[in-house]
C-alpha cells in the first residue's frame, strides 16, 4: 500500500491561490496533482487530522476538501482503512493520442525514416541467431562492438567489454541505481530534471539532492555545496541538451563535476538520450572523457524510434561485471531483433542525426514565433538542441493551465513533474517535436485555455527547495 506523508504532501500542495474557500481551493490542487501524475491512481492520503496539522488549517478545512473530491469522484474512501486517491473522469475531447488531441506529454517524434530499412536488414541477419538460446545478458557481441565504436569515434577510446545493452535508457537507470544504491543513500540529481529518473531513484529509497540547473546552465557552486554537505553517493545528471531546460554542459563545467565527483567518491551517471539531437551546437565531447570512472547511459528512442526499447550502459569493466550479476534477477537480456536492428541503425547514424536536426529546427522556429505571438510576456530561452522549451508562464498556474489544455485538445505536463515536491509551478515544459502547424494550433489552444487558469500573483513555495 503506498501512503504519501503529510508533509511531503504538503510540500507537493504548495501556497494556494486565495481567491476563494480555503477547503474549496485545497481540494482543486490536490485534484491537479491526482491529473497531472503526481499523486498516483490508489495512493493514500494522510487522515484528515494529520495533514490539518501540517498545513496548518483546521481539520474542518480538510474534512471539506476530502467531502468535496469524493462528491467528484477523485477520492475514495474506507472506514477503517483511510481515503485513496482515484484518477478524475478524462476531460472534455478524446484522450491523448486519440484523435482530435496533440499529445505533447512525451517529446518524441515518430520513426525516423531509416528505420523500417533498418528492421528488414535485421530479419534478414536473424538466422544465424536462431540456432543459438538468444540469451545474451550483456548484449549480442555485434551491437556492443557498434556502441563501443561510437563512443571511440567521439573521443573516448571503449572496449565492447565495457559495453551493456539494455531494454532501453530507462531499464538502465533502474538497474544501475539497484546495483549501485542502498536505502538511504544520497543521491544527487539535477532539478528540474527528467522525472521517471526521480522516480526511480525514489524507489530505490535514495534521498534526493537538488543540483540546481535553468537555461543559462548548471549552477556548480550549488553543486560543490551540495556535494561538500552530503557526498552522494551517485549523481544523475543530463549534460547534453538536458530535459527539461535544454541547457548543455559546456567542456570546462564537465571537467569541474568530474573532479567534484572523484573528491567525494560519487559515481556520475550521464543520460545521454539526446545528446546526438543538436541543432546548433556542435559536437562536445561526452562527460567520460573527464570521467573516466563515470557510468554513460544512451540509446536510441530519441534519434530513431520510441517504439524500438534498446538502450546501452558505457562503464569500467569492473562496473558491467557488477551491472550484469544484479540484472539475472531482473531479466536474462535485450530482445534479439531488436539488437540488430539498433546495429544497423548504428551504421546510418549521420543520416539520423541530419535528418532529426533539420524536423527539430523546424519545429523549434514553429514554436518560437507562436510563443512570440500569443505570449509576448512568458520568458523562455531558445535552447541548440533537444527537443522541449522550458518556458516561465508566471503568473500563470502550470498545473490548471495544463487541465485546461486538455480540454481544449492539447495534452502537456506541468512544471512541478520536473521538479521535488512542488516546484516548478510557474514552468512550463513545451516540446517541439510535433510539425509546426500542429505546434502553432496547440500554442493558439494554449492562449485559449489560459483564460481559464490561475492568473494570481507569484507566491513563495511552502518550503524552499
Same mark, same amino acid.
Given at each position: 500500500?503506498v501512503?504519501?506523508?503529510?508533509?511531503?504532501l504538503?510540500?507537493?500542495?504548495?501556497?494556494?491561490?486565495?481567491?476563494?474557500?480555503?477547503?474549496?481551493?485545497?481540494?482543486?490542487?490536490?485534484?491537479?496533482?491526482?491529473?497531472?501524475?503526481?499523486?498516483p491512481?490508489?495512493?493514500?492520503?494522510?487522515?484528515?487530522?494529520?495533514?490539518?496539522a501540517a498545513?496548518?488549517?483546521?481539520?474542518?478545512?480538510?474534512?471539506?476538501?476530502?467531502?468535496?473530491?469524493?462528491?467528484?469522484?477523485?477520492?475514495?474512501?474506507?472506514?477503517?482503512?483511510?481515503?485513496?486517491?482515484?484518477?478524475?473522469?478524462?476531460? @472534455?475531447?478524446?484522450?491523448?493520442?486519440?484523435?482530435?488531441v #496533440?499529445d505533447?506529454?512525451k %517529446? =518524441?517524434?515518430? *520513426?525516423? $525514416? !531509416?528505420?523500417?530499412?533498418?528492421?528488414?536488414r535485421?530479419?534478414?541477419?536473424?538466422?544465424?541467431?536462431?540456432?543459438?538460446?538468444?540469451?545474451?545478458?550483456?548484449?549480442?557481441?555485434r551491437?556492443?562492438?557498434?556502441?563501443?565504436?561510437?563512443y571511440?569515434a567521439?573521443?573516448?577510446?571503449?572496449?565492447?567489454?565495457?559495453?551493456?545493452?539494455t531494454?532501453?535508457?530507462?531499464?538502465?537507470?533502474?538497474?544501475?541505481?539497484?546495483?549501485?544504491?542502498?536505502?538511504?543513500?544520497?543521491?544527487a540529481?539535477?532539478?528540474?530534471?527528467?522525472?521517471?529518473?526521480?522516480?526511480?531513484?525514489?524507489?530505490?529509497?535514495?534521498?534526493?539532492? @537538488?543540483?540546481?540547473?535553468?537555461?543559462?546552465?548548471?549552477? #556548480?557552486?550549488?553543486?560543490a %555545496? =551540495?556535494?561538500? *554537505?552530503? $557526498? !552522494?553517493?551517485?549523481?544523475?545528471?543530463?549534460?547534453?541538451?538536458?530535459?527539461?531546460?535544454?541547457?548543455?554542459?559546456d567542456?570546462?563545467?564537465?571537467?569541474?563535476l568530474?573532479?567534484?565527483a572523484e573528491?567525494?567518491?560519487?559515481?556520475?551517471?550521464?543520460?545521454?538520450?539526446?545528446?546526438?539531437?543538436?541543432?546548433?551546437?556542435?559536437?562536445?565531447?561526452?562527460?567520460?572523457?573527464?570521467a573516466?570512472?563515470?557510468?554513460?547511459?544512451?540509446?536510441?528512442a530519441?534519434?530513431?524510434?520510441?517504439?524500438?526499447?534498446?538502450?546501452?550502459?558505457r562503464?569500467?569493466?569492473?562496473?558491467?561485471?557488477?551491472?550484469?550479476?544484479?540484472r539475472?534477477?531482473?531479466?536474462?537480456?535485450?530482445?534479439?531483433?531488436?539488437?540488430?536492428?539498433? %546495429?544497423?541503425?548504428?551504421?546510418?547514424?549521420?543520416?539520423?542525426?541530419a535528418?532529426?536536426?533539420?524536423?527539430?529546427?523546424?519545429?523549434?522556429?514553429?514554436?518560437?514565433?507562436a510563443?512570440?505571438e500569443?505570449?509576448?510576456?512568458?520568458?523562455?530561452?531558445?535552447?541548440?538542441?533537444?527537443m522541449s522549451?522550458?518556458?516561465?508562464?508566471?503568473?500563470?498556474?502550470?498545473s490548471?493551465?495544463?487541465?485546461?489544455?486538455?480540454a481544449?485538445?492539447v495534452?502537456?505536463?506541468?512544471?512541478?513533474?520536473?521538479?521535488?515536491?512542488?516546484?516548478?509551478?510557474?514552468?512550463?515544459?513545451?516540446?517541439?517535436?510535433?510539425s509546426?502547424?500542429?505546434?502553432r494550433?496547440?500554442?493558439a489552444?494554449?492562449?485559449?485555455a489560459?483564460?481559464?487558469?490561475?492568473?494570481?500573483?507569484?507566491?513563495?513555495?511552502?518550503?524552499?527547495?
Amino acid at each position: 500500500m503506498v501512503t504519501v506523508t503529510s508533509q511531503r504532501l504538503g510540500r507537493m500542495l504548495g501556497p494556494l491561490p486565495g481567491h476563494g474557500p480555503l477547503y474549496s481551493e485545497l481540494a482543486e490542487r490536490l485534484r491537479l496533482l491526482a491529473v497531472d501524475g503526481r499523486l498516483p491512481d490508489g495512493v493514500r492520503l494522510p487522515a484528515e487530522r494529520e495533514l490539518a496539522a501540517a498545513l496548518g488549517m483546521s481539520r474542518t478545512t480538510v474534512a471539506g476538501a476530502y467531502a468535496l473530491l469524493r462528491e467528484l469522484g477523485c477520492l475514495k474512501s474506507v472506514r477503517g482503512s483511510g481515503s485513496y486517491v482515484v484518477l478524475p473522469d478524462r476531460p @472534455a475531447g478524446a484522450a491523448p493520442d486519440e484523435a482530435g488531441v #496533440l499529445d505533447l506529454t512525451k %517529446a =518524441a517524434m515518430p *520513426a525516423a $525514416s !531509416p528505420v523500417k530499412d533498418c528492421i528488414r536488414r535485421a530479419a534478414d541477419a536473424l538466422g544465424p541467431e536462431l540456432g543459438r538460446s538468444g540469451y545474451e545478458v550483456i548484449g549480442l557481441p555485434r551491437l556492443r562492438v557498434a556502441v563501443a565504436d561510437h563512443y571511440t569515434a567521439r573521443g573516448v577510446p571503449t572496449d565492447p567489454d565495457q559495453i551493456m545493452v539494455t531494454t532501453g535508457v530507462q531499464h538502465g537507470i533502474a538497474l544501475v541505481a539497484r546495483t549501485l544504491l542502498s536505502p538511504g543513500d544520497r543521491a544527487a540529481v539535477e532539478q528540474p530534471t527528467y522525472p521517471h529518473a526521480m522516480d526511480t531513484l525514489q524507489a530505490a529509497r535514495a534521498r534526493l539532492v @537538488a543540483l540546481p540547473v535553468t537555461p543559462a546552465g548548471w549552477d #556548480l557552486e550549488a553543486a560543490a %555545496a =551540495a556535494f561538500r *554537505a552530503t $557526498s !552522494p553517493a551517485l549523481a544523475y545528471t543530463m549534460p547534453d541538451f538536458h530535459n527539461p531546460t535544454g541547457a548543455s554542459l559546456d567542456p570546462a563545467g564537465r571537467e569541474r563535476l568530474a573532479r567534484l565527483a572523484e573528491r567525494h567518491r560519487t559515481v556520475l551517471v550521464a543520460d545521454e538520450t539526446t545528446a546526438l539531437l543538436d541543432i546548433s551546437r556542435g559536437p562536445l565531447p561526452p562527460l567520460a572523457a573527464f570521467a573516466p570512472g563515470s557510468v554513460t547511459l544512451g540509446g536510441l528512442a530519441k534519434l530513431a524510434w520510441g517504439g524500438l526499447r534498446v538502450g546501452w550502459i558505457r562503464a569500467p569493466r569492473a562496473m558491467v561485471a557488477r551491472l550484469a550479476q544484479a540484472r539475472t534477477s531482473l531479466d536474462l537480456g535485450t530482445p534479439v531483433l531488436e539488437q540488430l536492428v539498433a %546495429a544497423e541503425l548504428l551504421e546510418c547514424q549521420d543520416v539520423l542525426v541530419a535528418e532529426r536536426r533539420h524536423r527539430l529546427g523546424e519545429g523549434l522556429a514553429a514554436l518560437a514565433g507562436a510563443l512570440s505571438e500569443h505570449f509576448p510576456d512568458w520568458t523562455w530561452t531558445a535552447p541548440q538542441g533537444g527537443m522541449s522549451v522550458w518556458a516561465d508562464c508566471t503568473p500563470l498556474s502550470s498545473s490548471q493551465l495544463v487541465v485546461a489544455a486538455r480540454a481544449r485538445g492539447v495534452a502537456l505536463t506541468a512544471g512541478p513533474r520536473f521538479g521535488m515536491d512542488g516546484a516548478f509551478e510557474h514552468r512550463l515544459r513545451l516540446p517541439f517535436t510535433a510539425s509546426p502547424q500542429e505546434l502553432r494550433q496547440a500554442v493558439a489552444a494554449l492562449r485559449d485555455a489560459a483564460s481559464d487558469a490561475y492568473a494570481g500573483p507569484s507566491r513563495p513555495p511552502l518550503v524552499a527547495v
